[in-house]
């Protein structure tokens, strides 16, 4: 039933980005999922993967944030997508820990900081970062799984994590653009501008986390540059964000076309493969059509 672009932050926007989100969510046991045996050397790779360790940190930290901030929530629609939210990063973080265990990955203990006394502004900084991080990894996902770097029914189970947190930045973006009209800053070059300064701070705090493992070399032990390239192959830049840009279209079309989307890293990718003369004019034209 098409009914149109609702309103940035009425009523009927709310409605829909909660219920959708809500109606949407899935019913499993991530321990009962179809997780394969591995015969040694895929077993090996999957455990050279330098980045379990932040995976794990990042759903434990998202677990602490939402759960912190939805009681502040006055909305009870609101609140109760977002106590949905919090629950499918708990069943995230089940899920990490069981394919952990399974499969005997070693990962050292990492200490959790404290939050931020302003749990809003950390939930704002956290909802970017996922932004982010699932524009990156649903790009990533897409090549590592047509390089068949593990059994594709490694990937089936993995992708169900995938198609959970493009929903929650779906209700990310139009939680903010509700949350921002609530606040009279509804104006969309306002939005826009906010929008640009989040995604500033969020790809700051990507380029922490790279270089802290840079550092580190995953799952706080050593991996080596051999290791990295066997990961990596026949990767490119470019390759890389037309994936990036296909993947996250796909997904995201799979939910309400009317309610808003993600805009800035899409337009800035395009920007880039433009440069960088991949695509060329079918690029060009996508990127007139986003402005
Ligand atoms: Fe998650
Ligand atoms: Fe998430």
């Known amino acids: 039933m098409a009914r149109g672009k609702p309103k940035a932050g009425s009523a009927e926007h709310r409605q829909r980005f909660c219920r959708g989100f809500i109606d949407s969510h899935l019913r499993f046991e991530p321990e009962r999922l179809a997780w394969p045996a591995l015969e040694p050397a895929m077993l090996q790779r999957l455990r050279e993967v330098p980045f379990w360790q932040e995976v794990l940190y990042t759903e434990m930290r998202a677990i602490r944030i939402i759960e912190a901030f939805a009681p502040t929530i006055p909305d009870p629609l609101v609140r109760e997508a977002m106590e949905l939210m919090a629950e499918e990063e708990r069943r995230h973080e089940r899920l990490v820990r069981h394919l952990i265990a399974r499969y005997g990955i070693v990962i050292e203990a990492r200490e959790m900081p404290p939050l931020p006394s302003n749990i809003e502004r950390t939930f704002i900084d956290f909802g970017y970062g996922e932004c982010v991080d699932s524009f990156l990894g649903f790009g990533f996902f897409r090549l590592a799984r047509e390089s068949g770097f593990l059994p594709q029914e490694m990937f089936d189970v993995l992708e169900i994590l995938m ?14 653009a509700w949350h921002e009209a609530g606040c009279g800053r509804g104006a969309a070059p306002l939005r826009a501008l906010t929008s640009a300064w989040y995604y500033a701070r969020a790809i700051g705090a990507l380029a922490g986390v790279a270089l802290r493992n840079a550092r580190h070399r995953g799952n706080g032990r050593e991996f080596s540059a ?3 390239a066997g990961l990596m192959q026949g990767f490119t830049v470019g390759r890389l964000l037309e994936a990036c840009l296909e993947e996250n279209r796909r997904r995201l079309d799979a939910y309400d076309r009317d309610l808003l989307r993600p805009r800035l890293l899409p337009a800035l990718a395009r920007i880039a493969l433009g440069f960088t003369g991949r695509g060329g004019r079918r690029i060009r034209e996508e990127n007139r059509q986003a402005f």
């Open 226 to 228: 051999t290791q990295a």
């Open 163 to 176: 198609g959970e947190e493009v929903r929650h930045v779906l209700f990310f973006v139009n939680w903010m």
